[in-house]
């Protein structure tokens, strides 16, 4: 199970590396096209915009993990440690509930976007194959937050799965 | 009733610790779910949205250009290079350490970066001269604020995103503002250095400044590339922030070779973190955005300030107000992405330029930065500098006299933010 965990974060990692490098190198490439060869790629800010997306998307759920949303503790900080963990599972709660209403949400866009049938402006593919990282990515949110409830319960940590503020 | 509930949502999500990003989405999703009339679906098609904005973009590429940078040794360049420029006058190391925050300020468009790369080489080197360890603070954590205000700057993007204002020119407008504040930090230094007697340096040779520069030009030609390439036209603030990343992946692996090939995947992970925070905070303001227009809340405050007939330089003084009190409790860029909506029009209705308007809330950013409860600048200081929190308050606490003095010319002066871009740009 560890190593499932250890594999799956690499490749979070990696995932995002790899789709911020892509999306720097079109950019550039695109540039130096445009003035080289007077000319370029229609399909490349389109791909970017996507690539874009992906990255946040599935960097989300990575920001909880790696605890790097920034959050406003100030109030919570002074509470003593009983109330305080009442306030950090209603925040806990509160954070699953956008979670899963951003999900539905972006389901229901997918769908839409699937009955339409609408392709890409310019990538030969189906717009809601582009956007169904939108979804995929609120269901790792969701899973995370679950996650950090989970270990808040357990009092594992001291709780502040939604961030600490740097 | 609608903005009272999104508001009075947005607040308690915001003091029970939801993260900011969370805070303002699920206030809005929950005020359309109850009052509006759009759907689950159409707040999703917004979020989604945001990272088809065309500007934005430049945001993941500014910030792997900084990373770059700040993992390099481009900071110690820049320092060595100032060093040799004003080392020789009373209290030139910590001139030294000003001139260099606004060099890399040229590069990195984050102020906390900015006190991270400089404030590691040089505290240290200012307490073995023989400062003390809090005055030096002061400077770099106050110094570090230009980070946002000299371009480019990641404030100013998501700025000209939201307002749909040009991006370059609120970049060309920072450029003036930047050498004021420098200059007068620079001169306020010179003037304790005097009363305090503080150390001076051996006056470097011409030899030693050439060479230190053509160490340091490298980093330094990145604002040349940026500012020149917006002017002239050759691209856009994306594409510059692209040629940036490149560029500055290139520098810090081939000509200064600080960065193996092996730690650039690291460098990039570094990168997305800071691109995935700070997006997902833009991406959720969107929303609350589009649900405040569609609310028509803006029109409401508007048409409220003008009916109370309030001057320019009242409204102007109300809003720095405001600015400071909200910039006291959130970072940058979270406070323009929630009150810009609400302030611009206003601002617009009562024919303040975009541009001076985008400038005088940055600065009001940067003293937010040095200004606790939250001030991020205060936190990177503290663990750069070995400080306690208390005495980073204590030291940086001087310099917000500056910064206000700064902050009102700058308001009132609308010229000083409007005559470069102005004379380029026309």
């Known amino acids: 199970m560890q190593a499932v965990r250890t594999v799956f974060n690499r490749l979070e990692e990696w995932l995002m590396a790899a789709l911020l490098a892509f999306m720097t190198v079109l950019t550039f490439v695109q540039v130096v096209m445009r003035y080289l060869f007077n000319s370029g790629w229609v399909w490349s800010l389109e791909a970017t915009t996507y690539a874009f997306a992906a990255l946040v998307l599935v960097g989300m759920s990575y920001g909880v993990r790696t605890r790097t949303h920034i959050a406003v503790d100030l109030l919570t900080r002074q509470l003593p440690s009983v109330g305080r963990r009442y306030v950090d599972l209603f925040a806990i709660l509160a954070c699953l509930t956008y979670a899963l209403l951003m999900l539905y949400g972006s389901a229901v866009l997918v769908d839409r976007l699937m009955t339409l049938g609408n392709m890409a402006r310019d990538i030969p593919a189906p717009k809601w194959l582009l956007t169904a990282t939108m979804p995929l990515g609120f269901a790792l949110l969701t899973f995370r937050f679950l996650e950090a409830g989970w270990q808040l319960l357990r009092r594992k940590d001291d709780g502040r799965a939604s961030g600490e503020q740097k | ?426």
């Open chain 2, 1 to 426: 009733m609608t903005a009272v509930f999104l508001l009075a949502a947005l607040f308690v999500f915001l003091f029970v610790g939801v993260p900011v990003a969370v805070s303002l989405g699920l206030a809005s999703v929950l005020t359309m779910l109850f009052f509006g009339d759009q759907t689950l679906l159409s707040s999703s098609q917004k979020f989604f949205y945001t990272m088809q904005v065309y500007p934005l973009l430049a945001v993941p590429f500014f910030i792997l250009a900084g990373s770059f940078m700040t993992t390099g040794g481009v900071a110690r360049r820049m320092v060595d290079f100032a060093n040799a420029l004003v080392g020789h006058y009373r209290g030139g190391l910590a001139m030294a350490a000003l001139l260099a925050s606004a060099f890399f300020a040229a590069v990195s468009g984050s102020a906390p970066a900015t006190v991270v790369a400089v404030g590691s080489v040089m505290i240290v080197g200012m307490v073995k001269s023989g400062y003390t360890r809090k005055f030096a603070a002061g400077v770099i954590c106050n110094a570090g604020t230009l980070g946002i205000l000299i371009p480019p700057s990641l404030v100013m993007v998501v700025y000209g995103a939201i307002t749909e204002s040009s991006i370059g020119k609120l970049f060309i407008a920072g450029i003036l503002p930047g050498i004021i504040l420098t200059f007068v930090m620079m001169v306020t230094v010179a003037v304790i250095a005097h009363q305090q007697d503080m150390p001076r340096q051996d006056k470097a040779s011409f030899k030693t400044v050439v060479k230190t520069f053509r160490e340091a030009v490298w980093g330094l030609m990145l604002v040349v590339i940026i500012l020149g390439g917006i002017y002239a036209g050759v691209f856009t603030p994306t594409e510059a922030a692209a040629v940036s990343a490149v560029y500055a992946f290139f520098i810090a692996v081939f000509v200064y070779r600080d960065i193996s090939m092996k730690h650039v995947p690291d460098v990039l992970v570094d990168a997305c973190k800071i691109t995935v925070m700070l997006m997902f905070i833009i991406a959720n303001a969107f929303m609350f955005a589009f649900l405040l227009t569609t609310e028509q809340i803006p029109q409401f405050a508007s048409e409220f300030i003008i009916g109370m007939g309030l001057p320019v330089w009242g409204f102007l003084l109300v809003l720095n107000a405001l600015l400071l009190i909200a910039g006291n409790f959130m970072e940058p860029t979270s406070v323009i992405l929630i009150l810009t909506p609400i302030v611009f029009p206003i601002a617009m209705e009562l024919g303040i330029d975009p541009t001076h308007l985008g400038v005088l809330m940055i600065i009001n950013m940067q003293i937010g930065l040095v200004t606790p409860p939250v001030g991020l600048n205060l936190f990177v200081t503290a663990s750069v500098a070995e400080l306690s929190l208390e005495d980073t308050i204590r030291a940086s606490f001087p310099w917000l006299i500056v910064l206000l003095a700064v902050l009102l010319l700058v308001t009132f002066v609308p010229w000083i933010s409007l005559v470069v871009p102005n004379l380029l740009l026309n």
